[in-house]
């Protein structure tokens, strides 16, 4: 007994000794302050692996540490509004001018864009194919009932979502046919190919997730679906502690014309299309046209 | 099934040839998910015994809320560690979110009422006379506490291991309070969720099926020490 007492403290000490040094290797990494930026940025830069190329970049061009909180655009904006990110990529127009208007964020410059688009089972149940304009092929989705998953998440893609449901006169919010995920762009789109179900996606996340999905492009090249990503550089004057030059450095580097020139090429290698087209410095009313 | 077979195929080739984004992303499981442990058992055996060796009024109540601990719901952690820890909110000056440190800070709120928890039961099983037999021996107060905490050191090692099991697999509070970073607090349970929301299914299970042997590895330790020191 006194033997066996013995080594169980020793086995103990052992345990505690590992999780004591693990715990002191822990902490120095989240000392490294000054040098940190916050991103808050929507999901379809994080799965379309974007960023997993640009931040390596960014952070070797400058020493900056950045970390990239992927969420919805309506979340990435309400933390930039409690002042918990420096820096915003997103993609929701309207609530990013109101987010401007409102003191907000300063300094919103045109990214890149891409486009959404509808996709569905390849059997098309709605017949949606073919159909120019997306208001209608939403009506038609409507009109027969046919299961069409919403992010839910007041992300951009959501934001978007929701703009072509009021052209299109429709509320479909209590339909039965019509269910919220709750979940970033790549889950939706697999709950919609497991459901076979429709969905607008962004164009990045569907093309770099195709390969494991049953779901077939359906609706494309309306005007409506452009998808147009932007970064705001979160007002100090609310919140004093964010980082400004260091959001200013990120805003700055996502439209200077080397990461330009990779955001132009990316995707293209694995996928056979590029995932985004950059445009710093444009008309964003040009867009598309 | 195909899919399986290729994620444990997967598995097996990150594994062998030591991946170091893998490697990196296990050792800061074990890393938040241990040191979350031991800062719980610290707490959670002192308070366990002491609830457990103690009569006062509310007692009943205590332990009641003890036990609803058990079960609570780490988002719920998670939600609360991180509007503490904004950086204008209360605990803001510590600049503490979105790290490592974060994480073992709400893994740690998650585990300590599992192991309070459990410390609790284990010490009221000790027969009651044992107490006063210690005390008559001429013990001290505290070096009575302590052989009974030795005495009860078998059921403690299942609260380490439950202690542990709970926060290793646990994944809504540290998405919250890590934020998934890249290469920096990115652990095996929410880099299987980003992995499945990206649709690489094969290296999401490859990345369950490590979560799995290391749960198990470090049990099987635990268990092994229980089972070894089980009174004949």
Same mark, same amino acid.
């Given at each position: ?52 190329v ?206 330009q020139a990779v955001i132009k090429t990316f995707g293209t290698e694995?996928?056979?299309?590029p995932l985004f087209?950059p ?11 | ?132 037999? #210690? /005390?008559? @021996?001429? &013990?001290?107060?505290?070096?009575? !506490? %302590?052989?009974? $905490?030795?005495?009860?050191?078998? *059921? ?53 099926? #490590? /979560?799995? @042997?290391? &749960?198990?590895?470090?049990?099987? !330790? %635990?268990?092994? $020490?229980?089972?070894?020191?089980? *009174?004949?």
């Amino acid at each position: 007994m006194k033997f066996s007492n013995k080594r169980w403290f020793i086995y103990l000490l052992l345990i505690s000794f590992c999780i004591i040094g693990g715990l002191l290797s822990a902490l120095p990494a989240g000392a490294a302050e000054q040098k940190n930026i916050i991103l808050a940025t929507t999901t379809s830069t994080q799965d379309s692996g974007l960023l997993d190329v640009l931040i390596p970049m960014f952070e070797k061009k400058t020493g900056y540490f950045v970390k990239t909180i992927a969420v919805g655009s309506g979340q990435a904006m309400a933390m930039g509004q409690k002042g918990e990110a420096d820096v915003l990529l997103v993609h929701s127009p309207a609530a990013e001018k109101k987010f401007i208007n409102d003191g907000y964020g300063v300094n919103r410059r045109l990214v890149m864009h891409n486009d959404f688009i509808i996709v569905g089972p390849a059997e098309d149940p709605a017949k949606v194919k073919g159909t120019k304009s997306t208001p209608e092929s939403f009506k038609k989705i409507a009109a027969t009932n046919k299961l069409f998953l919403s992010r839910g998440d007041n992300s951009g893609t959501h934001a978007k979502e929701k703009d072509v449901w009021k052209v299109a006169g429709i509320n479909p919010e209590k339909e039965k046919w019509y269910q919220q995920t709750g979940l970033g762009m790549g889950q939706t789109l697999n709950v919609a190919a497991e459901k076979k179900g429709y969905t607008l996606a962004d164009r990045g996340t569907y093309l770099a997730l195709k390969k494991n999905l049953a779901l077939d492009i359906l609706g494309e090249g309306d005007a409506i679906l452009l998808n147009i990503y932007h970064v705001i550089e979160v007002n100090p004057v609310k919140w004093p502690k964010v980082n400004v030059p260091g959001a200013k450095a990120f805003a700055d580097f996502m439209v200077a014309p080397e990461t330009q020139a990779v955001i132009k090429t990316f995707g293209t290698e694995k996928f056979g299309a590029p995932l985004f087209f950059p445009d710093a410095g444009k008309n964003v009313d040009l867009l598309g046209k | 099934m195909g899919l399986i077979f290729d994620g444990i195929k997967q598995a097996f080739h990150l594994m062998f040839i030591l991946d170091p984004e893998v490697l990196g992303i296990t050792l800061l499981s074990l890393k938040v998910s241990g040191s979350a442990t031991l800062i719980s058992l610290f707490f959670g055996i002192s308070v366990g015994t002491a609830v457990a060796l103690n009569q006062f009024p509310g007692r009943r109540f205590a332990v009641s809320l003890i036990n609803t601990g058990m079960s609570m719901p780490p988002v719920v952690v998670g939600l609360f560690v991180t509007i503490m820890l904004w950086r204008n909110g209360p605990m803001g000056f510590l600049e503490l979110l979105y790290t490592p440190t974060a994480m073992i800070i709400a893994q740690a709120v998650i585990a300590t009422p599992i192991i309070t928890g459990i410390t609790l039961a284990a010490m009221q099983q000790l027969p009651q006379n044992l107490r006063l037999q #210690i /005390l008559s @021996l001429g &013990a001290t107060r505290l070096q009575m !506490v %302590l052989l009974l $905490v030795r005495e009860a050191r078998l *059921p403690l090692l299942a609260a380490i291991m439950a202690g542990f099991g709970g926060v290793i697999s646990e994944v809504g509070a540290s998405i919250m309070v890590g934020g998934n970073i890249k290469g920096y607090s990115r652990v095996l349970t929410t880099a299987t969720v980003m992995e499945t929301g990206r649709g690489n299914f094969d290296v999401a299970i490859a990345l369950s099926i #490590i /979560l799995l @042997l290391f &749960a198990f590895l470090v049990n099987a !330790v %635990l268990t092994m $020490v229980q089972q070894r020191e089980r *009174p004949k």
